[in-house]
């Protein structure tokens, strides 16, 4: 098996993903602008510490994985894919929209692949969680909500939209196959001036259905919850429980009680799904996208779609009022 994946950028999350491909065999290099880190990792997983430069005209390197800040990820994705490097960049895709379609654009014209990593899609209990869906188990779907709270770091270059809200955003519109009519947004900037804390983003899909997204780093207690409402039950994917326990379906019933339109909800049914790692799932993914084996499932045109939600949200909390999605696509 070839090494011929390079991870830049070693710190918090990166770390995690150096970890991974070495896992799987696959890591050639590493570059972190932090030199003493950069030779941690480098001796700890026997590994080249290359510059970028380096990196870029390696060619032994296939791969390149990004988890660097937000604003470096355009300008170096684009100078991975002009040196035929396969490109893994972590969320969000892009800061703005016109990157994400430069480095769309560089992807196709190079012919290399471009994937982002919303994490979740690669859960096995978001994938049960979709095929169950798909399946008509729930009904017709009515309401889907996610909240993703917590009591943690505070950033200060990216607000709470942009930092926690990818993930679900990525989700909810993997299962709600439909364009976006609008998206409404509002926030509170409790420790920062100019800095969201926490914040609430609406959707409404052109067939009516609306969705909601809770997110929070000033939540005293941790939750990850994705909810999804159907006529005839109801399924809660809630992360923070044990493996067992992540996924659960209750089937209510309505206007079978004694009060007309009561609900009757039925007891829980939790799902056994076999166990993995989704960091691992889906640096494997990527393993198979540069071995020419896969599409990426979290290509570039999902990540523009989950880009344009955050990018609304924003514009929603600026001008306080909704942002009109239809004509954009989804």
């Excluded at 791969?63 to 604003?71: F, Q």
């Amino acid at each position: 098996m070839k090494k011929n994946i390079a991870v830049i950028g070693c710190g918090h999350w990166g770390k995690n993903l150096v970890r991974n491909f070495n896992d799987l065999g696959r890591l050639s290099a590493i570059c972190d602008p932090d030199s003493s880190i950069a030779k941690k990792y480098a001796d700890q997983y026997s590994v080249d510490d290359l510059p970028f430069k380096e990196i870029l005209k390696n060619p032994k390197i296939n791969g390149v994985v990004l988890a660097v800040p937000a604003h470096l990820h355009a300008p170096m994705a684009i100078q991975a894919m002009e040196a035929c490097k396969n490109v893994y960049v972590e969320k969000p895709l892009a800061m703005t929209q016109s990157e994400a379609i430069s480095m769309i654009d560089c992807s196709k014209k190079m012919d290399v692949k471009l994937m982002v990593g919303h994490l979740l899609q690669y859960h096995p209990i978001f994938t049960a969680t979709k095929h169950l869906c798909n399946s008509g188990e729930l009904g017709k779907i009515q309401y889907v909500y996610s909240n993703r709270l917590s009591c943690g770091k505070i950033r200060t270059e990216e607000d709470v939209i942009w930092s926690f809200a990818p993930h679900d955003i990525s989700m909810i519109l993997s299962l709600i196959d439909e364009k976006l009519k609008y998206v409404r947004a509002e926030s509170a900037n409790i420790t920062q001036k100019k800095i969201a804390d926490k914040a609430t983003i609406y959707m409404e899909f052109i067939s009516g259905l609306k969705t909601h997204i809770s997110v929070s780093w000033l939540n005293p207690v941790k939750e990850q919850k994705l909810v999804v409402i159907g006529d005839s039950a109801t399924l809660i994917f809630d992360d923070t429980k044990s493996w067992k326990e992540k996924l659960v379906i209750y089937r209510h019933q309505f206007g079978k009680g004694k009060i007309k339109n009561e609900i009757v909800k039925g007891e829980a049914e939790y799902i056994t799904i076999p166990e993995s790692e989704p960091l691992s799932n889906e640096c494997k993914h990527f393993v198979d996208v540069v071995d020419g084996k896969l599409l990426p499932k979290t290509d570039g045109a999902e990540g523009l779609n989950v880009l344009k939600v955050l990018t609304a949200a924003s514009s929603s909390i600026k001008i306080d009022s909704r942002v009109e999605m239809e004509s954009n696509g989804k």
